[in-house]
């Protein structure tokens, strides 16, 4: 298996290294350059070299070519995607940039973070840029309308295109057969990259020994601290590639049993015990240590459609072809039966009642369909339905929508199960059969909400097989709900900006009504956001896909992508074709041997009858050396495991370590005392009480405030001395009562009720030190008495008097103002004063002698022909 590939460049062919893990083995691809267009030169050297004999080879090449340049090393890549062709030459495309996401049983997960589109054609690559036809740059320029370098993932070791139950099944059969592992099948519905792979596949003999199949949708993990037990939570989401499109553009099912939308989202939760899959023993794929469940949203399968005129946000939607025995439908859940198994649970959550029949129209046909179906089905293998209108019920007063939704959650763990890898021994060894098909009307918001408390409930059964909980249930607000809360938004966050252009509107916050009205105004920006995207930019990245996904193939004589209309007949089947087809019956629509039971495999044993020894188990799996790499040197910084997202963050500002109040728990719930109480899902609504009309002039009643700890209340001052009267130190003391209310501490003031909040408001009390303090400033000589005297009252304030000597006034004695005013001034400085003070006959005109005051300057320059106003440094008269 090969990690890394150093892309080498002649004048005629391109040569690709690969090499091991360890560095230490390469094996080389040699592509042409000079093949006619249309066609692509691949060979695969299935010799394998060591680091010598790969320079050895690399030497010769350079040697043969050194009258045309010689061998050049282009650059060194992650992978190769595959290859793609417009209208003229192949293109490669190369992994350039990656960065680990996931670990599972040892192996990473890698999200692409760069690519490169590399033009097999000889010559300088920026000759060939500039020489190519209108047509080649514009499909060009449509591909590049899909970002690649966002909610792209690969794995070189795990399949991430099935579920961790079928690779787990998968492995465990290959080793009861006697091989070492499992020969590549990827499931091809999310292979994102299956039309670039198609050249590879018929070109090449281990073509997935060079090219890397690739999700597209959402990937995380993240790491919970159960009291030093390390638990990783993770969240894949993979999207189809069937009939995938914008959200306007893609309604509805196809004709082959595709629907829009079409997203499976599996959580894994295991403890970090043990890095493989592998029980010690060794017994291989058999780690109790791992769990799963899977969820799956799609739209509904039916034909329907909205024509988006960018007019309205919300379209009519228009059931454009009415199927009396629903074959589309049934080929859709046929192909449910074979990835899940029995039985499906459906879960319906578009409006039952509006003004004006919008989504509804689409409930009853879809409730139809489903009895349709089942009248075919045996009696246990039916399909379970269940209609919710969740938006009518987060919008009634009193509406409990999480707790109808944990009711619901409840019933489908109950059918479905979830998987617990284990060995022969272990009972509690399962597997998942069955799953929850959840929609809305497109299969964003609602459905994200509603996969969020099934997926809650099947984390705390997951923990709890895992032997970290006791419970059935985790509580909300706690560490590890919080945890999978995040982590569930941004799948669903994911997930809304790929098919619908935005964020989630509706959040699991708004249904919790938490933070309400902070939450509107996000959701109303997201409305925009998601509005402009579906109105202006859904197109091109409709004409992305089709391209990337080879649903159009550009052919000679043929029409352009961007000349067709619609892209109707790019994901339906060909009609000419119809005839051709092999139709089902439609009352046998199903396949018997999809309704048989998933069954986990007998625990492979190891056929080797020596001792068994640790290098043994690198035959069958090289986790090894994927998760600890020994050629690299890393630091802890890098180290993926030090580096995972963790519930830290949920933690208070360093609780002290010998702190035994906090309880480190990570399912102990934590609120803030400073946020209203939020709508418990067991909480019932309380009856409305009555009101009651008081007199004004009626007493205030005497409710008993609650208790504080912090003294009496002030008592009120009646009278105000002046500012010369001595206070009153006789006065009485301020009065204690055992029944008197206490201050309410502050941490606990949400828990009073409304009551006692108005008689706290009303008739508040304060500690003893602050009713002092009170007092005091109350009693602060502030009042000017109305008629001042020199004489002193024989209750002076002797204090304020002081103050008043010690500031430098005089006594309480008559000013001589005639006496002492000009002494030690001479006359001559004194008659200038008074002519100064005096008024002169026209004062507002400027004499010469005011010229010289700086306060006439601009009076100056206006004499001189100036502006008053300031000069700017630009003009050259401002000197």
Request: some cysteine; glycine content about 6%; hydrophobic content about 35%.
């Amino acid at each position: 298996r090969m990690y890394k590939f150093v892309l080498y460049e002649t004048n005629a062919r391109y040569w690709i290294t690969g090499g091991d893990i360890t560095d230490k083995y390469f094996r080389l691809l040699r592509i042409d350059r000079t093949s006619p267009p249309g066609q692509i030169m691949l060979f695969e050297d299935e010799t394998v070299y060591d680091r010598k004999q790969m320079n050895q080879v690399l030497a010769s090449i350079d040697q043969g070519n050194r009258a045309t340049g010689g061998l050049r090393m282009k650059y060194t890549f992650w992978g190769l995607l595959g290859f793609i062709r417009f209208t003229e030459a192949y293109y490669m495309q190369v992994i350039t940039k990656r960065q680990q996401v996931a670990t599972l049983g040892g192996h990473y997960v890698y999200q692409i973070e760069g690519t490169e589109l590399v033009p097999l054609t000889t010559g300088a690559s920026s000759r060939f840029m500039r020489d190519r036809n209108p047509e080649e740059l514009r499909f060009l320029g449509i591909l590049s309308n899909l970002d690649l370098n966002k909610s792209f993932y690969f794995s070189y070791a795990y399949d991430i295109t099935h579920s961790l139950q079928q690779n787990i099944i998968r492995q465990r059969q290959a080793v009861n057969e006697g091989l070492h592992a499992a020969a590549p099948d990827f499931n091809a519905m999310y292979v994102w990259n299956h039309h670039l792979l198609k050249p590879a596949q018929s070109a090449l003999k281990h073509p997935f020994d060079w090219c890397l199949p690739i999700i597209h949708g959402f990937i995380d993990q993240s790491c919970l601290d159960i009291f030093g037990r390390s638990v990783y939570i993770t969240i894949i989401g993979r999207r189809s590639r069937f009939f995938a499109g914008a959200r306007f553009l893609k309604r509805g099912v196809n004709d082959v049993g595709y629907v829009a939308n079409d997203v499976e989202t599996e959580q894994i939760v295991a403890e970090k015990l043990t890095t493989s899959f592998h029980a010690p023993g060794p017994r291989l794929y058999s780690s109790p240590t791992y769990t799963s469940y899977l969820h799956h949203r799609g739209s509904i399968p039916l034909y329907w459609t909205q024509e988006n005129s960018g007019v309205t946000p919300k379209p009519d939607i228009d059931l454009s072809l009415n199927d009396p025995f629903y074959q589309s439908a049934a080929l859709h859940f046929d192909n449910l039966f074979e990835r899940y198994g029995c039985p499906i649970f459906v879960l319906n959550l578009i409006k039952a009642r509006e003004r004006t029949p919008r989504e509804s129209k689409l409930l009853g046909e879809f409730e139809t369909c489903v009895q349709y179906l089942n009248l075919s089905l045996p009696a246990d293998k039916q399909i379970a339905y269940k209609a919710f209108d969740m938006s009518r019920a987060s919008k009634t007063r009193g509406g409990d929508v999480i707790g109808s939704l944990e009711v619901i959650a409840d019933d489908v763990l109950n059918k479905t199960g979830f998987f617990h890898n284990g060995g022969n021994s272990s009972d509690d060894a399962q597997v998942q059969n069955g799953v929850a098909r959840t929609n809305c009307i497109d299969c964003l918001d609602r459905t994200n909400a509603a996969q969020f408390v099934i997926g809650k409930r099947a984390f705390a059964l997951q923990l709890r097989a895992l032997g970290v909980f006791d419970k059935e249930d985790v509580d909300y607000d706690t560490d590890a709900v919080n945890v999978f809360t995040h982590m569930f938004h941004n799948h669903g966050d994911t997930i809304a900006v790929q098919y619908g252009g935005s964020h989630l509107v509706n959040t699991m916050a708004t249904y919790r009504k938490l933070n309400h009205w902070q939450s509107q105004s996000r959701d109303m920006v997201e409305s925009f956001k998601r509005y402009y995207h579906n109105s202006f930019l859904d197109s091109q990245r409709q004409e992305a896909y089709n391209l990337f996904l080879g649903n159009y193939i550009w052919a000679q004589g043929q029409p352009m992508l961007w000349d067709l209309t619609t892209d109707y007949y790019l994901h339906h089947s060909d009609p000419k074709a119809w005839l051709d087809r092999n139709r089902r019956s439609y009352i046998y629509w199903y396949t018997p041997e999809f309704l048989e039971p998933r069954r986990l495999p007998p625990e492979p044993e190891l056929t080797h009858h020596r001792d068994i020894h640790e290098e043994e188990v690198a035959e069958y799996d090289d986790y090894w050396l994927e998760c600890y790499r020994p050629a690299a040197l890393s630091t802890l910084w890098k180290v993926y495991s030090y580096r995972v997202n963790t519930d830290n963050r949920y933690l208070p500002d360093r609780p002290h370590p010998r702190d035994n109040r906090y309880d480190f728990s990570p399912f102990i719930p934590r609120l803030d005392p400073h946020r209203p109480t939020p709508e418990s899902p067991e909480k019932k609504p309380a009856p409305r009480k009555g009101v009651k009309i008081v007199d004004p002039q009626d007493e205030r009643p005497n409710t008993p405030l609650p208790p504080s700890e912090d003294g009496p209340r002030p008592v009120p001052i009646e009278d105000k001395p002046g500012i010369l009267k001595e206070p009153d130190r006789t006065a009485r003391p301020i009065e204690q009562s055992d029944k008197q209310a206490r201050l309410a501490d502050k941490a606990q003031m949400h828990l009073l009720s409304l009551n006692q909040i108005h008689a706290q408001a009303l008739d508040p009390t304060v500690s003893e030190k602050t009713a002092q303090e009170y007092k005091k400033y109350m009693l602060h000589p502030l009042n000017l008495p109305l008629v001042v005297s020199t004489d002193l009252p024989p209750d002076a304030y002797i204090d304020y008097v002081e103050y008043v000597h010690k500031a430098g006034a005089s006594e309480f004695d008559d000013d001589d103002q005639d006496e002492s005013f000009g002494a030690g001034i001479s006359e001559q400085d004194l008659q200038h004063f008074w002519e100064f003070l005096g008024e002169r006959e026209d004062p507002l005109n400027v004499s010469e002698e005011d010229l010289s005051k700086k306060r006439y300057k601009a009076y100056r320059q206006w004499l001189r022909g100036k502006s008053l106003f300031k000069q700017s440094k630009v003009d050259p008269e401002w000197r």
